[in-house]
T-cell receptor, first 112, second 114 residues
Framework: GNSVTQMEGPVTLSEEAFLTINCTYT??????LFWYVQYPGEGLQLLLKATKADDKGSNKGFEATYRKETTSFHLEKGSVQVSDSAVYFC???????????FGTGTSLTVIP | NAGVTQTPKFQVLKTGQSMTLQCAQD?????MYWYRQDPGMGLRLIYYSASEGTTDKGEVPNGYNVSRLNKREFSLRLESAAPSQTSVYFC?????????????FGDGTRLSIL
């Protein structure tokens, strides 16, 4: 079946620290991969995506590379800010269905 | 451009009451989805509609019904609310057929069942 596994949170970092949030997946079809961000009291917003192996998605200083050999899509940022505090979700969609599959989310808190 | 609009934003119900959550999108998307979000559980799919006139069950459909009223609107109905349905409900939409197209989410409906 299709599933996404994210690293457990919560994650607390100091401002300007390096961020990695791990995401691995299993998929029966050929997946596209997504990272979403959810700020308090809001819905999910697309952060970045990658649609084929070795693609790198990037946005707002965040990056993630689609690694087919390790079935991973880890989210990274070189220097986090307080404003990056949010919950981050990894997700996939395959070319064989209409559903999206989400990880359980990782809460990030950045302290000044 | 409003995107995905959900109403109401907050609601408190008593056990056994019924209500309908409304969702509308203005992006001409074919597919629409209803999720619930509970602490530590991530997002769980309740129902989805791949295109106008079709609906399918997701992971947790029990206790819910949906109606795809037209291409823009997709409503979720709780016929007899239970405390276990206390949650934040999100509606989303996406282009069908394009598996590289993301979902767009509304801001959610925060529902409490007493």
């Amino acid at each position: 079946g299709n599933s996404v596994t994210q690293m457990e949170g919560p994650v607390t970092l100091s401002e300007e620290a390096f961020l990695t949030i791990n995401c691995t997946y299993t998929a029966t079809g050929y997946p596209s991969l997504f990272w979403y961000v959810q700020y308090p009291g809001e819905g999910l917003q697309l952060l970045l995506k990658a649609t084929k192996a070795d693609d790198k998605g990037s946005n707002k200083g965040f990056e993630a590379t689609y690694r087919k050999e390790t079935t991973s899509f880890h989210l990274e940022k070189g220097s986090v800010q307080v404003s990056d505090s949010a919950v981050y979700f990894c997700a996939l969609k395959t070319n064989t269905g209409n559903q999206f599959y989400f990880g359980t989310g990782t809460s990030l808190t950045v302290i000044p | 451009n409003a995107g995905v609009t959900q109403t109401p934003k907050f609601q408190v119900l008593k056990t056994g009451q019924s209500m309908t959550l409304q969702c509308a999108q203005d992006m001409n998307h074919n597919s629409m989805y209803w999720y619930r979000q509970d602490p530590g559980m991530g997002l769980r799919l309740i129902y989805y509609s791949a295109s106008e006139g079709t609906t399918d069950k997701g992971e947790v459909p029990n206790g819910y019904n949906v109606s795809r009223l037209n291409k823009r609107e997709f409503s979720l109905r709780l016929e007899s609310a239970a405390p276990s349905q206390t949650s934040v409900y999100f509606c989303a939409s996406s282009e069908a057929g394009g598996f590289n197209q993301p979902q767009h989410f509304g801001d959610g409906t925060r529902l409490s069942i007493l």
